[in-house]
């Protein structure tokens, strides 16, 4: 499904931009023309790249503890062998943040009825029509019900069968952007060879037929991108910037935190500047962890809910989160030893998680032999302030 948004053509030159002679229109902006700027792809590529890089994990209850289950084909597999989990975890994220909404065709079903096959269809082919209650979709002209429909939403408000797309929101200042970049392009492609300047004779005075000459002849050759040949009786004196193409690069810069505010991606994440503030490796953990509480948590338990819908109810789906919350080596090893000492982890489960095999009896013989266990002993806790034992 696809939003128009319609509205009178909006002139941007009287907030941003004195005029120039092209002048400069508001322009409609629309899911596929906001991909031209750098700053929303950046920011729907951070959310679908992330989301579809958490492995899916399927559990069941079992006496009040999650215990992990196979996956079904539709959580392998989703489209057949042509699209990968994480390919269609991608697509179906990205039309979700751009669009509001996800659609798919559930071509096969399972014994039980469930989904076992979903092809995507882009949104634009989508038509959703609500009567009398009952939702029912058309796709390039062709009717389906809504049993035969996967269909995902986000940005939900009351008394609507479908999402919003964050575009909608952001149609007003990504126009301005829009606006801003078109004039950019048109200037500077036929004005930006021409120096703004001042260019004198210093051997005589022109009159008024001789300087427009001069002067066209000028425009000519440098609107050519060729060279202008005088004798050693003239000079130019170029001007500086114009404080309207200042004014240019500082709408740039805001228009791009207002794109990665309406897709909910911190500005510091996609390269955009952030006055007054900055990231360090010192604190890049809570960063991430403050990303995926308050930006991207919305969104990972929505899918979460929605993929559960394909499993038996007593199954649900989990995305594990813990890839964008990987931590630097000195950290993580602080964290294991003290969940070793707490009792919440056992060493063979942390070395596990380090991808290292259980201790051999040759390697705490090494241990014994450096006195640092006693010999048939388990080895002591190691005190993570002083990294000594206890």
Same mark, same amino acid.
């Given at each position: 499904?696809?939003?128009?948004?319609?509205? $009178?053509?909006?002139?941007?030159?009287?907030?941003?931009? @004195?005029?120039? @002679?092209?002048?400069? +229109?508001?322009?409609?902006?629309?899911?596929?023309?906001?991909?031209?700027?750098?700053?929303?792809? $950046?920011?729907?590529?951070?959310?679908?790249?992330?989301?579809?890089?958490?492995?899916?994990?399927?559990?069941?209850?079992?006496?009040?503890?999650?215990?992990?289950?196979? +996956?079904?084909?539709?959580?392998?597999?989703?489209?057949?062998?042509?699209?990968?989990? /994480?390919?269609?975890?991608?697509?179906?994220?990205?039309?979700?943040?751009?669009?509001?909404?996800?659609?798919?065709?559930?071509?096969?079903?399972?014994? /039980?009825?469930? @989904?076992?096959?979903?092809?995507?269809?882009?949104?634009?082919? =989508? %038509?959703?029509?609500?009567?009398?209650?009952?939702? !029912?979709?058309?796709?390039?002209?062709? *009717?389906?019900?809504?049993?035969?429909?996967?269909?995902?939403?986000?940005?939900?408000?009351?008394?609507?069968? =479908?999402?919003?797309?964050?575009?909608?929101?952001?149609?007003?200042?990504?126009?301005?952007?829009?606006?801003? $970049?078109?004039?950019?392009?048109?200037?500077?492609?036929?004005?930006?060879?021409?120096?703004?300047?001042?260019?004198?004779? %210093? !051997?005589? %005075?022109? &009159?008024?037929?001789?300087?427009?000459?001069?002067?066209?002849?000028? +425009?000519?050759? =440098?609107?050519?991108?060729?060279?202008?040949?005088?004798?050693?009786?003239?000079?130019?004196? &170029?001007?500086?910037? *114009?404080?309207?193409?200042?004014?240019?690069?500082?709408?740039?810069?805001?228009?791009?935190?207002?794109?990665?505010?309406?897709?909910?991606?911190?500005?510091?994440?996609?390269? =955009?500047?952030?006055?007054?503030?900055?990231?360090?490796? /010192?604190?890049?953990?809570?960063?991430?962890?403050?990303?995926?509480?308050?930006? #991207?948590?919305?969104?990972?338990?929505?899918?979460?809910?929605?993929?559960?819908?394909?499993?038996? *109810?007593?199954?649900?789906?989990?995305?594990?989160?813990?890839?964008?919350?990987?931590?630097?080596?000195?950290?993580?090893?602080?964290?294991?030893?003290?969940?070793?000492?707490?009792? #919440?982890?056992? *060493?063979?489960?942390?070395?596990?998680?380090?991808?290292?095999? @259980?201790?051999?009896?040759?390697?705490?013989?090494?241990?014994?032999?450096?006195?640092?266990?006693?010999?048939?002993?388990? /080895?002591?806790?190691?005190?993570?302030?002083?990294?000594?034992?206890?």
């Amino acid at each position: 499904m696809s939003f128009l948004f319609r509205g $009178a053509s909006r002139s941007a030159s009287g907030q941003m931009i @004195p005029p120039r @002679p092209a002048g400069i +229109k508001g322009k409609t902006v629309t899911a596929a023309s906001a991909l031209r700027q750098s700053a929303v792809w $950046a920011a729907q590529d951070l959310r679908a790249g992330l989301i579809s890089s958490f492995p899916i994990d399927t559990f069941r209850k079992v006496a009040g503890l999650q215990v992990e289950v196979p +996956k079904p084909p539709v959580l392998i597999a989703p489209s057949g062998e042509d699209m990968s989990i /994480a390919e269609w975890m991608y697509a179906t994220q990205y039309d979700l943040d751009r669009a509001g909404n996800c659609y798919g065709i559930i071509a096969e079903v399972d014994g /039980a009825g469930r @989904p076992r096959r979903i092809d995507l269809v882009s949104h634009e082919d =989508v %038509t959703v029509l609500v009567k009398d209650g009952v939702v !029912s979709y058309t796709i390039k002209g062709k *009717p389906y019900t809504r049993a035969e429909i996967w269909h995902e939403r986000q940005y939900v408000i009351p008394g609507l069968a =479908v999402g919003l797309s964050p575009i909608a929101h952001a149609a007003w200042s990504l126009g301005l952007w829009s606006s801003a $970049a078109e004039f950019a392009a048109d200037w500077f492609s036929n004005h930006g060879m021409i120096p703004n300047g001042h260019l004198r004779n %210093t !051997s005589k %005075t022109l &009159t008024a037929t001789e300087a427009d000459a001069v002067k066209a002849r000028f +425009k000519v050759a =440098v609107e050519g991108g060729d060279m202008f040949v005088t004798g050693n009786d003239w000079e130019l004196k &170029t001007g500086g910037a *114009p404080a309207a193409d200042m004014r240019f690069l500082e709408q740039q810069e805001v228009s791009d935190r207002e794109a990665a505010r309406f897709f909910g991606v911190p500005g510091d994440m996609i390269d =955009v500047s952030t006055k007054g503030s900055s990231v360090t490796y /010192a604190n890049i953990t809570q960063r991430n962890l403050q990303f995926l509480i308050t930006k #991207l948590g919305p969104a990972v338990q929505r899918r979460e809910n929605a993929l559960s819908s394909l499993l038996s *109810p007593s199954r649900f789906v989990k995305l594990n989160t813990s890839a964008i919350l990987r931590m630097d080596p000195e950290t993580q090893s602080r964290i294991l030893i003290n969940e070793i000492q707490g009792f #919440l982890t056992a *060493p063979s489960e942390a070395r596990a998680y380090l991808n290292r095999a @259980p201790f051999t009896p040759e390697q705490l013989r090494e241990f014994a032999d450096l006195g640092i266990i006693g010999s048939g002993t388990p /080895a002591p806790a190691i005190n993570v302030s002083t990294g000594g034992s206890s």
